[in-house]
């Protein structure tokens, strides 16, 4: 069928190295359902595409903080 996916773009709060980033990103791409992990260190923003039939926003603001870091959903 048809492949869906969305983007959605979250503030990390908490990540001051690049380290931080790499972790981040780590942990958002391993997410079911995830596609893509962008994480910028100098913004606090993240954008994910994400297949919305295996997981949601909330979803990835729990891995966010689950991570030790602070997730939002930028509106
Ligand atoms: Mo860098 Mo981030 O030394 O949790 S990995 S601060």
């Known amino acids: ?17 690049a380290a931080c980033v790499n972790s981040v990103e780590g942990i958002l791409k391993d997410l079911p359902g995830v596609k893509r992990a962008v994480v910028a260190l100098a913004t606090s923003l993240g954008e994910v595409e994400y297949d919305p039939n295996l997981i949601n926003k909330d979803d990835i603001i729990t891995a966010i903080e689950d991570a030790g870091f602070e997730g939002s959903l930028v509106q």
């Open 1 to 17: 069928g048809t492949k869906t996916t969305l983007v959605g773009q979250f503030t990390i709060g908490g990540m001051t190295c």
